[in-house]
T-cell receptor, first 116, second 111 residues
Framework: EAGVTQSPTHLIKTRGQQATLRCSPI?????VYWYQQALGLGLQFLLW???????NRGNFPPRFSGRQFPNYSSELNVNALELEDSALYLC???????????????FGPGTRLTVL | SQQGEEDPQALSIQEGENATMNCSYK?????LQWYRQNSGRGLVHLIL?????REKHSGRLRVTLDTSKKSSSLLITASRAADTASYFC???????????FGSGTRLLVRP
């Protein structure tokens, strides 16, 4: 069974540009989660999508946005990039029970975004 | 602030020894999970323990949960060099719809 895949592996952008990161969940999983792991700041929850809708978002500005497609894959967009956006962006997927992320989340390898 | 905080931040042991990591959290939870991350890559799910469970085993892993103290521990027995990684606890708080990760424990197992 294929795991969660993310693309690209690495992404280099300059300040002010936009970045698009992609994630394909495990087959059968309807929930997709995005996390930011910046150096020294740990893993921060960004967004949760399920059945095509945004279910929850973390404490990030609106320039962090995303969407989930009918095939449950997801895109994370970061507009007006700032230097501090440099981080490893992790996507995870899970099944969903009773509207809560009860179940274990399966993570992709991540996209390392560098903003120059 | 982070829901989960791990202790210690870093741990160095000899191969064959046991490693114990602790996690504390602040609010009521539905479940607590432990993950491993190798060298800044994706996280690997290790074990999930529900709030009504007190102990769980999986191979060389043993997890305990004390909801009265709002704490959990992860024990890795007979450690191997391949266990070298960062370990994170994550809680599914009842008051929110997200998984909140702790700051992690960096484990180094020396051959």
């Amino acid at each position: 069974e294929a795991g969660v895949t993310q693309s690209p592996t690495h992404l280099i952008k300059t300040r002010g540009q936009q970045a698009t990161l992609r994630c394909s969940p495990i087959s059968g999983h309807t929930s997709v989660y995005w996390y930011q792991q910046a150096l020294g700041l740990g893993l921060q929850f960004l967004l949760w999508y399920d059945e095509g809708e945004e279910r929850n978002r973390g404490n990030f500005p609106p320039r962090f946005s995303g969407r989930q497609f009918p095939n449950y894959s997801s895109e994370l967009n970061v507009n007006a990039l700032e230097l501090e956006d440099s981080a490893l962006y992790l996507c995870a997927s899970s099944t969903r029970t009773s509207g809560r992320p009860y179940n274990e989340q399966f993570f992709g390898p991540g996209t390392r975004l560098t903003v120059l | 602030s982070q829901q989960g905080e791990e202790d210690p931040q870093a741990l160095s042991i000899q191969e064959g020894e046991n490693a114990t990591m602790n996690c504390s959290y602040k609010t009521s939870i539905n479940n607590l999970q432990w993950y491993r991350q190798n060298s800044g890559r994706g996280l690997v799910h290790l074990i999930l323990i529900r709030s009504n469970e007190r102990e769980k085993h999986s191979g060389r892993l043993r997890v305990t949960l004390d909801t009265s103290k709002k704490s959990s521990s992860l024990l890795i027995t007979a450690s191997r060099a391949a266990d070298t990684a960062s370990y994170f606890c994550a809680t599914d708080a009842r008051s929110s719809y997200k998984l909140i990760f702790g700051s992690g424990t960096r484990l180094l197992v020396r051959p």
